[in-house]
């Protein structure tokens, strides 16, 4: 397939009116990192398969640090997106985070109430009607983004979300460090304590973006030296620190792995090619819709295992292989259609699908001619 140029970003940051090349690479690592882990973890869950040593061990390493990356790239994202007024605020987070948890928290619910011999944990529709304080399963991501993006929002009353050239900069360190602290101190391993810790460290992780992301990202950009030091240090860092003391998802030590690995991925990131041929642009791609793969990937996940279960071919090798190729190809091609379904009616369809506030993409040609579409 041919796939449409695309203009190079202008500045460090990719702060033009382009598209940042860079932080759609972060963020489809991210992406691979989470459908693999979650096709992997459909191993441990179903009857039968092995959830062998190496999976296990891989499954940590993911699991140490691929979350947190996507809070700090979203904080990056927004420091890069710069001052925007509430309305434009609000309907960004309307949009990109609470209706597409409404839409596929409750698709999640359904699809597993009509389907309970099909999956591990049967639900209710009981679920709806908690989902304002309970989010099912992988929702809890926009859930936590919700309240990180409030938080941060709110705190332009009292100017902490200003520029660090403003001053401001020791006053935001102090409340991200406090933020790690209190989070580790109040963690524990029943709900509600366990919820609390994880809010208030996911909105440090967006905060270290927001704050800081735009600096490391600028250094890492000047220099391919300094990027290639910031990957090599990162991984092995964050991977000694994690194999030696296996630290929680929100303990001190187990921050510090999860912001070692994200600079190692937002480096390696940086070091990528500019997407100028197929396989790149495909990519970035899958970066750039990273949303809607997230909300729709476990339903294919899940209907890949029973496909591969009724056809006698489920193994921990079909499945994992499967599930991670199908899990991020399929929901693109849906997320691909939707767009070309938007370029042809004009109208948002991503949007109330709950799949984001993109109308079009910067890396296929399915929307180039709905250059009049809402972007």
């Avoid at 009981?126 to 938080?151: G, I, S």
């Avoid at 964050?238 to 296996?246: D, H, K, S, Y």
Wanted: hydrophobic share 55%.
């Amino acid at each position: 397939m041919q796939l449409a140029p695309t203009r190079d970003d202008t500045s460090v940051l990719g702060t033009s009116a382009t598209r940042s090349a860079w932080l759609d690479y972060a963020k489809a690592i991210g992406m691979v990192l989470v459908v693999f882990g979650h096709a992997s973890r459909s191993v441990e869950r179903t009857d039968g398969l092995v959830w062998s040593e190496a999976l296990r061990f891989t499954d940590g390493i993911i699991y140490a640090f691929h979350m947190p990356l996507f809070f700090i790239l979203a904080g990056v994202a927004s420091a890069l997106a710069g001052s925007r007024s509430w309305q434009d605020e609000a309907r960004a987070v309307g949009f990109g985070i609470v209706l597409p948890y409404i839409v596929w928290s409750i698709l999640w619910i359904v699809g597993k109430s009509a389907f309970p011999g099909s999956v591990n944990t049967p639900m209710t529709l009981d679920a709806v009607l908690q989902l304002l304080w309970e989010p099912v399963e992988h929702m809890w991501f926009l859930y936590h983004l919700f309240v990180a993006r409030v938080v941060w929002l709110l705190l332009d009353v009292t100017g902490l979300r200003t520029a660090p050239a403003s001053g401001t900069l020791p006053l935001q360190a102090m409340l991200i460090a406090g933020a790690f602290v209190s989070a580790a101190a109040v963690y524990g391993d029943t709900h509600p304590w366990l919820m609390i810790g994880a809010l208030i460290c996911n909105t440090a992780m967006f905060g270290i973006g927001l704050v800081f992301g735009p600096a490391i990202v600028g250094a890492v950009m000047e220099s391919r030296r300094t990027a290639g030091a910031t990957v090599l240090a990162g991984s092995v860092g964050g991977f000694v620190l994690w194999n030696a003391f296996r630290p929680g998802d929100t303990s001190l030590m187990g921050d510090a792995v999860a912001i070692l690995g994200s600079m190692a991925v937002i480096a390696l990131a940086v070091l990528l090619p500019k997407p100028r041929g197929a396989v790149l642009r495909a990519f970035a791609f899958i970066g750039e819709i990273s949303l809607a793969i997230y909300v729709m990937h476990p339903f294919v996940i899940g209907a890949t295992r029973k496909a591969l279960e009724l056809t006698g071919v489920l193994s921990e090798t079909s499945l994992v292989v499967s599930a991670t190729i199908l899990g991020l190809a399929l929901p693109a091609i849906a997320y691909a259609a939707v767009l070309s379904a938007t370029a042809t009616t004009g109208l948002a369809l991503s949007k109330w699908m709950g799949l984001g506030a993109r109308t079009r993409s910067h890396y296929i040609p399915l929307v180039l001619a709905a250059r009049s579409a809402p972007a």
